[in-house]
């Protein structure tokens, strides 16, 4: 771990690795419950491991297990309720810690992409396959199942204010609102979105696509401005808390597009040129300004918002990163790998040279 | 932390054979037989439909197609979404497995499935389409073959046929049935199997090797148009022959008899080429009633009355073929020995002749010594494709490119192509070998245009 000599510099931190813990296979997905004292990660192979933080170091064990792998897990608001999806259909829904076992609904579909909590309400969203469902934890129904989407569901994310839902598949993104009897709103482009993000002022839908492009939906409008020219197709989105900044992956560079007044179109972006991996991750601070990413070598990237030229440190990870997740207060960083480490650093201001 | 790097860039991709055929022609028994099979790899397999098969240490994953069309419903841009998401989750679990092996539904189109591995940069950068393997149901495909895509493009774009359930079909047929397949696909290894029995080295771990050796064959078995339907190879004694013919649909039939040395039928196949050369000789009249000899000459045997009767004069016992223009069915003909007994051939076999040559799906074979002028090469292709990419399913190649030591392999499925330089020419003369697989494919406009790019 190295911090970059720099001169004339406005911002300088460090990443003071904090613990790790090794699990036996690559992480797919890690949530840090809403006090940041714990970690919910599970591996495709389908383990589904508690992570408790204890500051300097770590313990974890496992709470459940997903027959043919795992893809997702999720906290809700208060993390009272915890939640995994997986390849068996299954959604796992724990509450109230891990010592019991854990409420399992079952699917016809047999993959469950996406597992996500409203952030108002006690309200959780999966996929199952080509629908998405809706389950109410106060009364334990399922109380929403959409019809079938045009393929299996890429990806789903509750708009700011948990007052609806939207999902990618084949043809678009799709905004389903739990509660209203019109149907659900369609956002359509021929082709297949891959992720998506709110801004935070949820004025659009931001979508990586397969056919290596980003979309940004105007939300009331319906209105989109396709972006093309990366590398390859993109997986990698987070929004600055400002609702300013997008941040993309799609390729070797971190892509910075600036969505402030009459949106991105017709501007070009901000290339920060990370380094030779493919760029696996990007994660905007909660309520700051710093922006870390991780790329296919195994190296873990700080970037700051007004120091836009290079990074700002630098660490060697044992693997790719496959999550990259800010502490809910912004001061720590989990990082999954594709080997299995799941590993925590600090975010420390700059120590004098030496 | 540790600093084992668990590099993801490292070269090495996983193989990828893709399992094609109709539904019941033998997917299922095949999928048991390699998993079962004491072959030391450990395949992932992605089948059609979940829960079919299950073997306990194998990676089964049940995927349902999900076809994605990309740029406007281009259908050289179309992909299968759900074998993105399989494959790329199982990237994630290389440690798992060895190779892969994904089963596609009976009504499947192979093309979507192979241009994934092109148009998806993640998974084309780790894994490699070793080969896609079409089984075929002997008994039953010529029920489909003529009115169904599925069953054409499932041929069309096989590295290896299984021709399966031989036991259900008479060699005759069978023979047909090969010539048949062989003319819509002459790159594909063809292997008769029955209950999907098959050498797993036959079918996984093809390679490069496939490729080569499909190319490196004689050119003119690229291009199987024969001029006549039918031989037949009979084991005579010294002797007089009758041949006798009842009416049929045409007035002449070129007919060539030849001894072959060995009474098999591999001694029959041997002859082909001499029989393809009499066929292009001048003929020779022949009214009813003559007397013939085995004599290497090209015959046009007179066949307009009732009951018309040959005579051939067999000097030395042994094996012999006839090569006749028309099926002797059409005449019910047959040969008789002096006792006025009906012979049956050894061995017989029918030809798809030339002139009823009427496949919608070909295979363009051109084999050509010289070395290729690299900008004119480029630019015919950009413009072939660009013009019939939709009607080339595959495409293979070998090319020697002026200024370049070593060989250039390629292959492509409709627009999309992959080539590399490959190992020196060494001694090897240099010379260009390519095929191409399509729909309504102009041999002569292939062959003049790649001619004309040769430097």
Redesign the interface.
């Known amino acids: 771990m190295f911090g970059m000599n720099r001169s004339a510099t406005s911002v300088a931190a460090q990443l003071e690795e904090c613990w790790y813990v090794a699990l036996p296979d690559h992480v797919i997905d890690l949530q840090w419950a809403p006090n940041g004292r714990q970690l919910l990660a599970v591996t495709v192979e389908g383990l589904v491991v508690a992570i408790e933080d204890l500051g300097e170091r770590a313990q974890f064990r496992s709470v459940g297990q997903h027959q043919l792998g795992a893809n997702a897990v999720a906290w809700s608001r208060d993390g009272q309720l915890a939640a995994s999806g997986g390849q068996d259909g299954c959604v796992c829904i724990w509450s109230g810690g891990f010592d019991s076992a854990p409420l399992t609904l079952r699917s016809q579909a047999s993959w469950v992409s996406r597992v996500a909590f409203s952030p108002r309400r006690d309200v959780l969203a999966w996929s199952a396959g080509k629908s998405l469902q809706l389950w109410n934890a106060v009364n334990g129904e399922v109380f929403y199942q959409s019809a079938e989407h045009d393929s299996t569901i890429a990806d789903v994310a509750w708009n700011p204010d948990g007052s609806a839902v939207a999902v990618v598949a084949y043809n678009g993104v799709t905004l389903h609102v739990p509660g209203k009897s019109s149907s659900p709103r369609k956002y359509t482009w021929k082709g297949s979105s891959l992720t998506l993000a709110w801004s935070p002022d949820a004025k659009y839908i931001a979508t990586g696509d397969q056919d290596s492009t980003i979309h940004f939906w105007h939300v009331k409008s319906g209105k989109d401005a396709r972006m093309s020219g990366f590398p390859t197709k993109v997986l990698e989105l987070t929004w600055h808390h400002s609702s300013r900044w997008l941040v993309t992956g799609g390729g070797s560079a971190i892509v910075l597009w600036d969505c402030s007044g009459a949106g991105p179109a017709g501007r070009r972006p901000h290339l920060w040129e990370a380094g030779l991996g493919k760029i696996t991750q990007v994660a905007f601070q909660p309520q700051g300004d710093y922006l870390a990413s991780t790329d296919h070598e195994g190296i873990l990237l700080l970037w700051h918002l007004a120091d836009r030229q290079e990074p700002i440190a630098a660490c060697k990870l044992s693997a790719a990163g496959t999550g990259l997740r800010w502490s809910p207060d912004g001061q720590r960083l989990a990082i999954g790998q594709a080997n299995g480490v799941v590993v925590v650093f600090e975010l420390q201001p700059e120590k004098a040279p030496v | ?9 490292a070269d090495h991709k996983v193989p990828v054979t893709v399992l094609t055929g109709f539904l019941g022609a033998g997917k299922t028994t095949l999928l048991n037989r390699i998993l079962c099979q004491q072959h030391g790899k450990r395949i992932a397999v992605i089948e059609n439909e ?1 829960g079919e098969i299950g073997v306990d240490n194998d990676l089964v ?2 995927a ?1 197609e ?1 076809i ?6 281009c259908i050289c841009c179309t ?1 299968r ?2 074998l ?2 399989i494959l790329g ?1 199982l990237m ?2 290389r ?2 497995f060895d190779y892969i092996l994904i089963e596609t539904t009976g009504m499947a189109d192979p093309g979507p499935v192979a241009q994934t591995f092109f148009m ?3 998974i084309g950068s780790q894994m490699s389409l070793d080969g896609v393997v079409t089984l075929v149901d002997a008994k039953h495909v010529l029920l489909h073959i003529e009115d169904s895509d599925e069953v054409k493009e499932q041929i069309a774009f096989a590295d290896v046929i299984l021709l399966n359930k031989t036991d259900l079909v008479t060699s005759a047929e069978l023979d047909a049935l090969e010539a048949r397949i062989h003319a819509m696909n002459a790159a594909a290894r063809i292997h008769r199997t029955r209950d999907a029995a098959v050498d797993i080295d036959k079918i996984l771990n093809l390679g490069g090797f496939d490729l080569s050796r499909a190319l490196e064959t004689d050119p003119k078995f690229l291009e199987p148009e024969y001029p006549f339907e039918w031989s037949g190879l009979y084991d005579l004694a010294a002797g007089k022959y009758t041949w006798i013919f009842q009416p049929g649909p045409d007035p002449t039939m070129g007919a060539f008899c030849t001894p072959a040395v060995h009474a098999s039928e591999a001694g029959m196949r041997e002859r082909v080429e001499s029989a393809v050369r009499a066929f292009s000789s001048p003929e020779h009249e022949c009214p009813p009633g003559s007397e013939c000899r085995v004599d290497d000459r090209f015959l046009q045997v007179g066949l307009e009355g009732e009951a018309l009767r040959y005579t051939w004069l067999i000097d030395q016992p042994g094996a012999y073929v006839w090569f006749t223009e028309h099926h002797p069915d059409e005449f019910a003909a047959v040969l008789t020995d002096e006792q006025g007994q009906a012979l049956e051939p050894l061995v017989s076999r029918e030809y798809k002749p030339d002139h009823e040559h009427d496949e919608e799906v070909t295979s363009v074979g051109i084999a050509t010594p010289g070395d290729l002028d690299l900008p004119k090469f480029q630019n015919w292709l950009r413009e072939l494709l660009a013009t019939h990419g939709p009607d080339i399913f595959r495409m293979k190649g070998i090319l020697a490119f002026q200024n370049s030591n070593q060989r250039y392999v390629f292959q492509g499925v409709h627009m999309l192509f992959d080539g590399r330089e490959d190992r020196p020419w060494g001694d090897e003369p240099r010379r260009n070998s390519l095929i191409f697989i399509g729909r309504n494919l102009n041999r002569e406009a292939l062959n003049q245009g790649f001619a004309a790019c040769l430097a």
Do not use: L, Q, W, Y
């Not at chain 2, 932390?1 to 860039?9: H, V």
């Not at chain 2, 994605?68 to 419903?73: A, L, Q």
């Open positions: 932390m540790t600093d084992t790097a668990n590099s993801p860039t979940f994953i049940g349902e999900e994605f069309e990309m740029n406007n419903g992909v979404g759900d993105i998401r989750n994630k679990r440690d798992r998806d940069d993640e």
